[in-house]
């Protein structure tokens, strides 16, 4: 097992990497792995397998009711790649004037270069599994078990890349976030279609679908496809 003490940060420009089978063990009750903070970015690449997953959870040792706040790649990160590995007593509220009820155990919070690589992901007794607020992200396989109170947390525009449902246990939903970054709307400018999961999304905040920058009068306009049994409900002072 490895241990961390918060937070945890790659070097500056740097990556790192986690074999599979590693325990990930957080001391602390505000344990975070922190990734692309500085302006010369960094990475994380965690490549668990079926047979070897990687583990993220609080060292045994860690008080009663303790949790760890997550994995946060931030605007500058150049690699976020993450595949089966598991996550236990993770993720956070945050406060409200930060517009965002919860952070995720795996929180993208800007525009990491690429696309992110999230994949063959287990999430039990998590606030929050995954909260998406920018960039381009390759989702797939995700289970969100017994104790997850939210399985995603989402901005309008990351629903493009939600392309299939997901594995949900238990009393849990999704959020779809009209006030992520510091806003009172969430804009969709791209054309998608949008995956109906088994669970509802509760809307905070307003959805709005808006022209792309540069678009002129007589270009298509973007179109939001809901498939089949999509189901949204709007209750968090929208």
């Given at each position: 097992a490895a241990s961390a003490k918060p937070p945890?940060?790659?070097?500056?420009?740097?990556?790192?990497?986690?074999?599979?089978?590693?325990?990930?063990?957080?001391?602390?009750?505000?344990?975070?792995?922190?990734?692309?903070?500085?302006?010369?970015?960094?990475?994380?690449?965690?490549?668990?397998?079926?047979?070897?997953?990687?583990?993220?959870?609080?060292?045994?040792?860690a008080e009663e009711g303790a949790r760890w706040a997550g994995i946060t790649f931030d605007e500058y990160a150049k690699v976020a790649e993450i595949t089966h590995a598991t996550f236990t007593t993770c993720g956070r509220t945050l406060r409200p004037s930060e517009f965002v009820p919860v952070a995720g155990c795996i929180a993208l919070q800007g525009h990491p270069d690429g696309v992110a690589v999230l994949e063959d992901l287990a999430?039990?007794?998590?606030?929050?599994?995954?909260?998406?607020?920018?960039?381009?992200?390759?989702?797939?396989r995700l289970a969100f078990g017994e104790g997850a109170l939210v399985g995603l947390v989402a901005h309008a525009e990351n629903l493009r890349d939600i392309t299939e449902a997901f594995t949900y246990t238990g009393d849990t939903f999704n959020i779809l976030d009209g006030r992520v970054r510091r806003s009172t709307q969430s804009s969709v400018s791209e054309s998608a279609t949008w995956v109906a999961q088994p669970v509802p999304w509760h809307v905070v905040g307003?959805?709005?679908?808006?022209?792309?920058?540069?678009?002129?009068?007589?270009?298509?306009?973007?179109?939001?496809?809901?498939?089949?049994?999509?189901?949204?409900?709007?209750?968090?002072?929208?």
């Amino acid at each position: 097992a490895a241990s961390a003490k918060p937070p945890a940060k790659p070097a500056s420009g740097a990556t790192l990497t986690i074999e599979p089978g590693v325990n990930v063990q957080f001391l602390s009750n505000t344990g975070v792995i922190q990734v692309g903070s500085g302006t010369d970015g960094g990475g994380l690449i965690a490549r668990g397998t079926a047979e070897a997953p990687i583990t993220f959870g609080l060292a045994p040792d860690a008080e009663e009711g303790a949790r760890w706040a997550g994995i946060t790649f931030d605007e500058y990160a150049k690699v976020a790649e993450i595949t089966h590995a598991t996550f236990t007593t993770c993720g956070r509220t945050l406060r409200p004037s930060e517009f965002v009820p919860v952070a995720g155990c795996i929180a993208l919070q800007g525009h990491p270069d690429g696309v992110a690589v999230l994949e063959d992901l287990a999430f039990t007794d998590v606030t929050a599994g995954v909260s998406l607020n920018g960039g381009r992200t390759q989702l797939a396989r995700l289970a969100f078990g017994e104790g997850a109170l939210v399985g995603l947390v989402a901005h309008a525009e990351n629903l493009r890349d939600i392309t299939e449902a997901f594995t949900y246990t238990g009393d849990t939903f999704n959020i779809l976030d009209g006030r992520v970054r510091r806003s009172t709307q969430s804009s969709v400018s791209e054309s998608a279609t949008w995956v109906a999961q088994p669970v509802p999304w509760h809307v905070v905040g307003r959805l709005a679908v808006t022209a792309p920058n540069g678009w002129v009068d007589g270009d298509p306009f973007p179109t939001v496809t809901l498939e089949a049994g999509f189901n949204a409900t709007f209750e968090f002072n929208a």
